[in-house]
């Protein structure tokens, strides 16, 4: 199966958050960095301006193998 991975940026440090997020879709990921950004208790919430989520590649686990997104 074919899953999209997906990331967190902190804008203020500049760097990446651990890619921890594997979807079937974008539109998926996009919900769920929604709904966490909506919690008033996350991170994400209180400094909304800092964080951005991005798509970072296509995970083939029955090759093991990863494709850049395009």
């Known amino acids: 199966m074919k899953v ?4 967190v940026r902190d ?5 990446f958050l651990t890619p921890t997020m594997f979807v079937r879709a974008k539109g998926e990921g996009i919900r769920w960095f929604m709904d966490v950004m909506a919690n008033p208790e996350h991170a994400f919430h ?3 301006g800092d964080f951005d989520l991005y798509v970072l590649a296509e995970f083939d686990d029955n ?4 494709r850049d997104w395009e």
Not at 4 to 7: D, Q
Not at 11 to 15: D, P
């Open 46 to 48: 209180k400094h909304p």
């Open 63 to 66: 090759a093991g193998t990863y």
């Open 11 to 15: 804008k203020r440090t500049e760097f």
């Open 4 to 7: 999209i991975v997906m990331a």
